[in-house]
């Protein structure tokens, strides 16, 4: 903008209701349109002088037109030198900030974007003694951390993924101190270049600096200066400030009618400090002279109503009272000089809405997620489960089974398993070799659904929907028999074939058709799950469950039996059929070894659904129920004795502060004054160190190191130093008499001193004892919290967040599970998307609030949504994304917002669990790298030749590696094994006892005072 006199030129405005016959007369440069030729003659000679300024150079004594070329030659040189990366947050920097000088700007930006690098930006990355250009593809802020006892853990820094451009290292991930900008790419120079072409101020005291608007509107800058910092508002301030400054000025009303004397107003005069008291005199003459003539041409001036007001009031001022006057007794006085200012508008107090938080564009966003799922719900972006085959809508059920099993693999009778093992199981598939891990879930869950034939006659635990007719059970009819096809219906021809009745007929045809009437032979039957189930006579998939006959894969037909049963419910019914149309095709003959090889073929999807059904059934069981009694039970227990442990701990404190109140009074005058009991080592070790420098003068001197006095000797000298010598050996031998008899006779004090410290180190470690009972109380609560799964909490745009082992089981899975040594159980912070309601109430706005929205922030939620979360979202509750690695963990904690009220709390849970999350997450890092390493060291030699069947290597499968120790250990047998025969002892023979060896101690399941076994904690009690 070209300058005249330091401020901006400002442009004629159009004129008015111009007709299409009008003489006008226009300049091109601005625009600017006259009616009148000598106006327009007038703004010709003003722009032809020669003192305009570019106010980009600084160049001065130009016309208007070589001004306004200037500037825009500079501006084009600005725009193509300045980084377009750093544009936008220096911009949000400057906009109305009160910085009066340029230099000072310059400097103020200068330095605070100095060490801070934005995507975009292109860099220099220093790698030891190498240096490679790139530039800047994400940039992660990492917050302070703070340790328990409120010192720093970590400063706050920034990290960078770059984009080099060597080939051999395309990509890096640097801290900010590997980080440079290239020479002259960011001087104050072009700053000051870029900030004069960019931003503009008006020419008064305190004014803020604006963004220009088509920049503003380029980045989306709010242009609306706020109330506090407009001219009107800053003069007022001004003015009342130097009112109130002023000691000679009259502070109050001009005339005070509701004084309590109604006297003369107290005026003093202007500059009265240098006047005389004869003149001052003068001065309250002149002022009382004005008074009686006032009140000679209105004798009521002054008086007063009946009701306390002034009669002649009404003559100064007819009608309403002007607006910011304030009403005393119905009237409005007249103004007072020095009104104070209106307080300004309260801060917001956090925390607040998260969405209602102005959004930060200083090129910071979430970090990425990872899926596991085939495809991921942003665009382009590869995940890394591709190949696995598992759907998005999938990844739910998958985590929701699997926390399922593992909370109650006691009920089960299972091993715990991590989550990787459970996927890699669910897609397993091989005809020679058996996943334990796979057909033992399937089998110990069918085992809690119906009982065992001698446990209440194979009682079904679970509710079933009513047969049909066509498939009902008898136990005194034939079971096994086929159903009879139900017989198509006569169709009767009309009496009369015409043209028409031809057209309804097959009208009505197709009609039935579209509706899918069952009579149709294409929709009669889907699958053969019925004659699979019944293949053998009055053997159906209860009786099979009663038998536990799963063995060689016969538990699948259970599986088909179930699930076409479970397929009457309307709402399970596209899932089971969708199941059963591949366990059970109808071109393949229904025997059990079909159902067994069709499982081999499953989809890994279909596989996940099975596996929910028959959880979502097992939660029904009573064994479930009376385990979550139990738990409830169990966790009023645990609570009672927490708060008995913290009421004694608390008694430990009250006592030990007695004790140390008893040590004060006892303590030898010889000890330093009431030493901190943390410090008390420390304080003994200093005295030690004084008295052993506290050596008398005159040994030092004649101590057999010096060399001689080369000084004048004295007669008898050395006498005298003899003498003095024995004195001093004397004196050290009766203290040191002194000290062993003191030592060995120490007082009745010191002996009470003495006893107080033990008792004080007792009760310390009392109280050690009682805070780690309350951690160990607090560890078997949350362990013991199973109905529900926690969640952590949730962020800005309601995406939920889940760590698995918060609650209902240990960190790393049971301890005496086939796979412990993994000593992790899921290791990975899961993130879900928002549910309908919340996306539709929050996210998705009217069209309305959303203009709203827009008009607060420069963008709408979905925009902001986008913007904030980077490359990777999700957007509903079936979608699923996690995070793995403690960088992201700290990443994600320096993102969320303290001030929001959502993410406080996230933030919080996420730091409180921040140590244990990180634990568990390179303990699965290490875990997957481990068998990565185990399967390339193995892979020369796991060629093996057979005749009959492929042989697998178990090394290159984790899921094979594991064993269900917990069923072999408390039932004798694998789930899927047929129990043992039991041999009857026979009469008249005698047995002979072998004795019991025992090669390893074998674990029992220890049982608590009530004779129930516990859930996690057994092994923290000694019964």
């Not at 930006?121 to 992660?140: A, M």
């Not at 451009?165 to 101190?177: A, H, L, N, Q």
């Not at 997450?921 to 030749?945: F, G, I």
């Amino acid at each position: 903008m070209v300058l005249f006199k330091r401020k901006p030129v400002q442009y004629v405005s159009r004129p008015a209701f111009l007709s299409d016959d009008s003489e006008v007369w226009t300049i091109e440069e601005t625009d600017e349109v006259f009616t009148s030729y000598e106006d327009y003659l007038r703004r010709i000679d003003y722009y032809k002088q020669r003192r305009f300024v570019c106010e980009i150079t600084g160049t001065s004594r130009l016309n208007f037109k070589e001004a306004l070329r200037s500037e825009l030659d500079a501006s084009g040189e600005v725009d193509d030198e300045f980084p377009d990366a750093l544009r936008e947050p220096i911009l949000r920097r400057v906009q109305f900030s009160q910085i009066s000088r340029i230099d000072n700007l310059v400097d103020h930006i200068y330095e605070v974007f100095k060490r801070d690098f934005y995507p975009g930006e292109r860099i220099v990355v220093v790698l030891g003694e190498d240096r490679f250009s790139g530039h800047i593809r994400e940039k992660t802020k990492y917050p302070e951390l703070f340790k328990n006892d409120g010192t720093l853990e970590r400063k706050a820094f920034a990290r960078y993924f770059c984009d080099l451009d060597d080939k051999s290292s395309p990509e890096v991930y640097v801290d900010e101190g590997n980080i440079t900008r290239e020479r002259k790419t960011f001087t104050k120079q072009r700053l000051r270049s870029f900030l004069k072409n960019s931003v503009t101020r008006e020419a008064w005291t305190g004014a803020p600096w604006l963004v220009k608007p088509r920049l503003a509107e380029d980045y989306r800058i709010n242009t609306e200066v706020p109330e506090w910092l407009t001219h009107d508002f800053q003069a007022k301030q001004r003015k009342n400030s130097s009112i109130f400054s002023k000691r000679g000025d009259y502070e109050g009303p001009v005339l005070n009618f509701y004084g309590p004397q109604h006297g003369l107003p107290l005026l003093k005069p202007k500059g009265s400090k240098g006047r005389n008291p004869q003149d001052d005199m003068r001065f309250r003459q002149e002022q009382f002279a004005e008074y009686q003539r006032a009140l000679a041409s209105n004798p009521e001036f002054g008086k007063v109503g009946p009701q306390g007001q002034p009669i002649q009031f009404h003559q100064f001022y007819q009608g309403p009272p002007p607006p910011g006057f304030q009403t005393v007794n119905g009237y409005k006085p007249i103004a007072a000089k020095g009104q104070l200012k209106p307080a300004a508008p309260p801060p917001p107090k956090y925390p607040i809405e998260d969405l209602e938080i102005p959004p930060l564009r200083d090129g910071t966003h979430r970090p990425p997620l990872k899926f596991l799922s085939e495809k991921t719900p942003s665009d382009g972006r590869i995940s890394e489960g591709a190949g696995s085959g598992i759907d998005m809508k999938s990844v739910g059920l998958l985590l929701e089974t699997w926390d399922t099993l593992n909370v109650y693999c006691e009920i089960f009778q299972l091993d715990s398993f991590t989550f990787d093992d459970y996927v890699e199981a669910l897609k397993f598939s091989s005809e020679d070799v058996q996943c334990e891990l796979l057909v033992e879930v399937h089998c110990a869950v069918i085992k809690k659904l119906v009982n065992d034939v001698n446990d209440k006659n194979g009682q079904v635990q679970i509710m079933l929907p009513f047969p049909n007719e066509s498939d009902d059970e008898d136990s005194g009819n034939d079971s096994s028999a086929k159903p009879t096809p139900t017989p198509e219906p006569e169709i009767k021809p009309p009496a009369r074939s015409t043209r028409s009745s031809l057209v309804k007929s097959e009208a009505a045809e197709l009609k039935e058709a579209a509706n899918g009437n069952q009579a149709s032979p294409t929709n009669l039957k889907i699958h053969l799950a019925v004659e699979m189930d019944r293949h053998t006579k009055g053997y159906d998939w209860k009786a099979r469950a009663r038998k536990r006959d799963f063995a060689e894969g016969r538990w699948v037909v259970v599986v088909v039996g179930l699930l076409n049963q479970l397929s009457r419910n309307h709402r399970l019914a596209d899932s089971c059929n969708e199941i059963l149309r591949h366990l059970a095709p109808v071109d393949k003959d229904p025997t059990p070894e079909t159902a067994a090889s069709q499982y081999q073929s499953l989809d890994v999807n279909l596989r996940i659904k099975i596996l929910q059904i028959l959880c979502m059934k097992s939660l029904e069981t009573k064994a479930i129920r009376e385990y979550m009694d139990i738990c409830s039970a169990q966790m009023t227990e645990t609570r009672k004795e927490k708060n008995e442990v913290q009421r004694s701990r608390k008694a430990a404190v009250e006592e030990l502060r007695l004790l140390h109140e008893e040590r004060k009074v006892l303590q030898p005058e010889n000890t330093s004054a009431s030493p901190p009991a943390e410090l008390e080592e420390m304080a003994d070790l200093k005295m030690e160190v004084e008295e052993e420098e506290a050596v008398d003068e005159d040994e030092v001197m004649d101590s057999e190191d010096e060399e001689p006095h080369q000084g004048r000797s004295l007669r008898r000298a050395n006498d005298r130093a003899a003498a003095r010598k024995k004195k001093q050996g004397e004196a050290k031998e009766r203290k040191e008499k002194a000290l062993a008899e003191k030592a060995k006779k120490p007082s009745k004090q010191e002996k009470q001193y003495d006893k107080v410290l033990k008792k004080i180190e007792e009760v310390k470690e009392r109280i050690k004892e009682y805070e780690e009972e309350v951690h160990t109380l607090e560890n078997d609560l949350r362990e013991a919290d199973c109905p529900r799964t926690r969640v952590l909490g949730k962020d800005r745009f309601w995406n939920r967040y889940y760590w698995f082992e918060r609650n209902a089981m240990p960190y790393a899975g049971m301890p005496d599970s086939s796979t412990a040594n993994a000593e992790y159980a899921n290791g990975c912070i899961w993130v879900q998307g928002p549910d309908d309601l919340e996306r539709q109430g929050f996210i998705e706005l009217s069209p309305e609030e959303n203009e709203q929205y827009r008009r607060a922030f420069q963008m709408t939620v979905p925009n902001r949504k986008m913007f904030e979360e980077g490359e990777t979202h999700v957007f509903t509750a079936r979608q699923w994304g996690y995070y793995d690695d403690p960088d992201s963990l700290d990443m994600l904690i320096g993102w969320l917002d303290i001030r929001g009220v959502r993410e406080v709390k996230l933030r919080k849970e996420l730091q409180a669990q921040r140590e244990k999350i990180g634990i568990h997450m390179r303990k699965r890092q290490e875990y997957l790298s481990m068998d990565d390493k185990k399967s390339e060291a193995s892979e020369p030699t796991t060629r093996v030749s057979t005749r009959t069947k492929t042989y697998i290597d178990p090394t290159g499968h984790r899921c094979l590696q594991w064993k269900n120790n917990t069923a072999v250990a408390e039932i004798g047998h694998l789930h899927c094994e047929p129990k043992p025969p039991t041999y009857k002892k026979q009469k008249g023979i005698a047995q002979v006892k072998k004795p019991l060896i025992e090669d390893e101690p074998r674990q029992t399941r220890a049982t608590n005072r009530q004779g129930k076994v516990p859930t996690r904690q057994g092994s923290r009690y000694n019964f």
